[in-house]
C-alpha cells in the first residue's frame, strides 16, 4: 500500500507533574495494548485517564530508528515490522491493518516464498526443494495439531510434533529451512514451543485474516499508526511520557503508582500493559506482591528474543531477491537475510540486515559489538566467497533482551503451559490490577492484533467497573491451584 507523503506526526509534550495526580483509570504502558485500551475507554464514555509512558514517545515494541550515513538515512524498524494479517475478501479484517489504512501508513507486501535465494558455507547452494519440503512438514504439523485438539489429547512440543508426523532435519540445509517456517515466526525453537498453541496461533492469524504480511516502509515509522490514533482521541494531559513505573500499590479500595524519581499517581484502577519480561524480572515491584497464582502463570509462560542486525554498505554486492537463507553447521547462526536495497523498498540504500532469535540473540549481546560485526562479515564473507566484502558504513541492532523496559521481544507458548496457567496470566487482582498485552492472547499471542485485542477486552471490562456500582464489577475467572488431570504416582516401583 503506497501511500502519500502526509505531514510528520507532532508528537505529544512531556507533561510535567509535580504533585499526586489522581485519575480513574491509569494506563501503564503506551504501546498498542494501552493506546487501544484508551480509545476503548473513551469510546465507552471513560475520558478520566491517564496513560503513563516510560520511553519519550507512544509506541512500545513498535521501535524505529534512524539508520545509514547522513546522505543515505532510512526509517528502519527495530522492533514490529509487518503486520501480519491483513483481510480476505469481505472476511474478518485484522484490526492493526484497519489502524495502518486509516492512518495512511506506506507499507509494502513481503514476498517469502518467490525466488528465495539460498545459500551455506561453500556459498550460492540451491536448496529450495528442501524449503518446500520444510513448507509441507509445517502444514502438516498445524494439521496434526487440529486433529488433537478435539479429541482432548495432551500437548507437548513441537519438535516432538514435527518427530510424529515424519519430519526430523538432519543436515544445515534441513535445519535453516526449518527455521525459515518456524522460529522465525515464534522466535523460539520446536523443542521451546508447544505443538498444539503454536499451531492455533498460526491459523488464527493468517486463516482467520490472511497470509499477506504488509511491511511498514513509511519515513515516519511503523509506531504511527499508534501516535496519531493517539492524537485523534487524546489530550496532552492525558500522556505522561518519559515516565518509568517502580511500584504499584494496590488495595480493595484503589492503586497507587510510584515512579522512578518520586512522584506518584492515583486511580480507581490499573491496566498494566508491561511485557512478560517485565513482570517475569520484577523490574516493577507490586505492594502487596501478587498472589501465587498469578505470579506462577507469570514464570510458566516465557519471552522470546527477535534481534534484526542492520548493515549498510557502500554500495549492493548481494541477492536481487527479498530473502535469503544462510544454512551453517550451527542451527540458528545468522540464517536469515533481508535486502532493503530493493525497488520495493529503499533502492540505493545498501541496507541489509539479518535476523537471530532467542538463543542465539541472548548470545550476540554478551559479545563485543566488533566481534559480532566480524561473525556476520565472516558469515557474508562464506556466502560470497568470490567478492570482497566491503566495510559497513553502518552497524545497529537494539538489545531486547537487555532493555528493562521490555525484557524480550513477545511472548511464547511453552509446552508446559496449560491453559488453566494462560487464564491465570490474564485475569486482574482484587478487579483493582488489570493486565493487557499480547502476552495474555490465547490465540494472538506474539502478535499486534493480539495486544490490540486484549487492550480492547480489558478496557471493556474496566469501563463497565467505572460505570457499574462496586457489586456488579466482575473480574476474569483465575484458578487458585492448577492442578494435573491425575496425580503422579510416584510410588509405583516401591510396590513392585
Same mark, same amino acid.
Given at each position: 500500500? +503506497?501511500?502519500?507523503? %502526509? %505531514?510528520?506526526?507532532? /508528537?505529544?509534550?512531556a ?7 489522581t #485519575? ?27 496513560v503513563?509512558?516510560?520511553r519519550?514517545?507512544?509506541g512500545?515494541r513498535?521501535?524505529?530508528h534512524?539508520?545509514?550515513e547522513?546522505s ?9 515490522? $509487518? ?7 469481505d472476511?474478518p ?13 506506506d507499507?509494502?507486501f ?6 528465495? !535465494?539460498?545459500?551455506?558455507?561453500y556459498?550460492?547452494?540451491?536448496y529450495?526443494d ?12 498445524v *494439521?496434526s495439531?487440529?486433529a488433537?485438539?478435539p479429541k482432548?489429547l495432551?500437548?507437548t ?5 514435527? !518427530?510424529?508426523?515424519?519430519?526430523q532435519p ?5 535445519h535453516?529451512?526449518?527455521?525459515y517456517?518456524f522460529?522465525?515466526e ?8 508447544s505443538?498444539l498453541a503454536?499451531s492455533?496461533?498460526n491459523? !488464527? +492469524?493468517?486463516?482467520t485474516?490472511?497470509?499477506q504480511?504488509?511491511?511498514?516502509v513509511? &519515513?515516519?515509522?511503523f509506531?504511527t499508526?499508534?501516535?496519531s490514533e *493517539?492524537r485523534?482521541?487524546m &489530550?496532552?494531559?492525558?500522556v ?5 513505573v ?9 492503586v ?10 492515583s486511580?480507581?484502577?490499573v491496566?498494566?500493559?508491561f511485557?512478560?519480561?517485565v513482570l517475569?524480572?520484577n523490574?516493577v515491584?507490586?505492594e502487596? /506482591?501478587?498472589?501465587? $497464582?498469578?505470579r ?10 527477535y ?10 554486492? $548481494?541477492?536481487?531477491t ?6 551453517d553447521?550451527?542451527?540458528? &547462526?545468522?540464517?536469515i $537475510? ?11 540504500s545498501?541496507?541489509?540486515f #539479518?535476523t537471530?532469535t532467542? +538463543?542465539? !540473540? ?6 563485543p559489538r566488533a566481534?559480532?560485526?566480524d ?6 564473507g562464506?556466502?560470497y566467497?568470490?567478492v570482497?566484502?566491503p566495510?559497513?558504513t ?6 531486547w ?5 521490555f ?6 507458548? %511453552?509446552?508446559?503451559?496449560v491453559?488453566e496457567?494462560h487464564?491465570n ?10 493486565f493487557?498485552g499480547?502476552?495474555?492472547s490465547?490465540l494472538y499471542f ?8 486484549e ?10 467497573c467505572?460505570?457499574a /456500582?462496586?457489586?456488579e464489577?466482575?473480574g476474569?475467572?483465575?484458578?487458585k491451584?492448577?492442578?494435573?488431570? &491425575? %496425580? ?9
Open positions: 500500500m +503506497t501511500a502519500p507523503a %502526509p %505531514p510528520p506526526q507532532v /508528537p505529544f509534550a507533561t510535567s507533574l509535580t504533585k499526586q495526580k #485519575t480513574k483509570v491509569l494506563i501503564l504502558g503506551g504501546g498498542m495494548a494501552g493506546v487501544t485500551a484508551a480509545r476503548t475507554l473513551y469510546d465507552q464514555g471513560v475520558d478520566d485517564f491517564i503513563v509512558e516510560a519519550q514517545e507512544l512500545g513498535m521501535m524505529s534512524t539508520f545509514g547522513s543515505r538515512q532510512h526509517t528502519v524498524e527495530v522492533g514490529a515490522n $509487518w503486520v501480519q494479517g491483513t483481510r480476505t475478501g472476511g479484517e485484522n484490526p492493526v491493518w484497519t489502524l495502518a489504512k486509516k492512518h495512511r501508513l507499507t509494502r513481503s514476498s517469502y516464498f518467490d525466488g528465495l !535465494s539460498t545459500f551455506d558455507e556459498g550460492p547452494a540451491n529450495t528442501v524449503v518446500e519440503a520444510a513448507s509441507r512438514n509445517f502444514d502438516r504439523l *494439521a495439531a487440529g488433537r485438539l482432548g495432551v500437548d512440543s513441537a519438535r516432538a510434533g514435527y !518427530s510424529l508426523t515424519g519430519s538432519q543436515t544445515p540445509h534441513e535453516v529451512a526449518e527455521y517456517h522460529d522465525w515464534f522466535q523460539s525453537s520446536p523443542e521451546e514451543t505443538w503454536s492455533w496461533n491459523n !488464527s +492469524t493468517f486463516f485474516f490472511s497470509e504480511n504488509a511491511m511498514s513509511d &519515513r515516519r515509522g509506531k499508526i499508534l501516535q *493517539a485523534s482521541f &489530550r496532552e494531559d492525558q505522561l511520557l518519559n515516565s518509568t517502580s511500584v504499584v500499590s494496590y488495595s480493595e479500595t484503589g497507587q503508582v510510584t515512579l522512578t524519581d518520586g512522584r506518584t499517581l486511580a480507581e484502577y491496566i498494566c500493559t511485557s512478560l519480561g517475569q524480572h523490574d515491584l507490586f502487596p /506482591p501478587l498472589p501465587m $497464582w498469578k506462577e502463570a507469570i514464570h510458566s509462560m516465557t519471552m522470546g528474543v534481534t534484526k542486525i542492520f548493515l549498510q554498505f557502500p554500495y549492493k554486492f $548481494w541477492f536481487d527479498e530473502i535469503a537463507l544462510y544454512a553447521r550451527e542451527r540458528g &547462526r545468522y540464517p $537475510w533481508q535486502s532493503l536495497d530493493d525497488p520495493d523498498f529503499f533502492p540505493g545498501g541496507i541489509l #539479518t537471530v532467542n +538463543t542465539f !540473540s541472548r548470545r550476540i549481546v554478551s559479545l566481534q559480532i560485526l561473525e556476520i562479515l565472516d558469515v557474508l562464506a556466502m566467497p568470490n570482497t566484502i566495510s559497513p553502518d552497524f545497529y541492532f537494539k538489545s533482551d537487555e532493555d528493562p523496559l525484557r524480550g521481544s513477545y511472548a511464547n507458548w %511453552p509446552p508446559s503451559f491453559e496457567k487464564a496470566l490474564r485475569a486482574d487482582v482484587q478487579r483493582r490490577v488489570w493487557a499480547e502476552a495474555g490465547k506474539g502478535y499486534l492484533q493480539g495486544a490490540y485485542f487492550g480492547r477486552h480489558v478496557a471493556l471490562k474496566v469501563a463497565h467505572v460505570h /456500582p462496586s457489586t464489577c466482575i476474569f475467572e483465575h484458578i491451584k492448577v492442578k494435573n488431570s &491425575r %496425580p503422579y504416582d510416584i510410588d509405583y516401583e516401591v510396590r513392585l
